[in-house]
C-alpha cells in the first residue's frame, strides 16, 4: 500500500505576515529591507484611523500648533486647579430641574431659520450659575 502524502494548503503564520507586508510596499522601498529579524508595518492601522484628524480644527493655523497643544497634559497633577477646571468644564451647563424643550425637525426655510436664530440666541457664553 502506497501512503499518499497531503499537501497542507494553511499558511503559517510568518507566510501571512509577509504576504500582508509586502503586498502594499515595493521591497526595494521598504523601511525594513536592510533589517535581519525586523517587520516594519507599513500599512494604515485601521482601528487608529478613526482617531485621526483630516485637517486641524479652525482655531488652530498650523500643524504643529495643533500637535503641541494635544502634547499639553490637562490632568491636575501638571496644571493649577483653575487651569483644571476651566479645560475639563462642560460646554453648556443647564441648572438642574430647567426644562430643555425638545429639537424638531423644520419643515420650511422659514422655520428653519428661525431654529439657527433661537439657537444661536439660547448658547450661554458662560456658565448659568
Known sequence: AKKRLEVSHKKT???KLNALMNADVDP???KD???DHVIIT??????GAKYLVEKQPYQYSTKEQYESAMRQPIGPDW???LQHKKAIAKAVVVKTGKIIDPIQKPTSKKCKANMLSKMETARPTRPVQ
Not at 507599513?42 to 482601528?47: D, G, T, V
Open 13 to 15: 503564520k510568518q507566510d
Open 28 to 30: 526595494a522601498k521598504r
Open 33 to 35: 529591507k536592510n533589517l
Open 42 to 47: 507599513e500599512r494604515r492601522n485601521k482601528k
Open 79 to 81: 496644571n493649577t486647579s
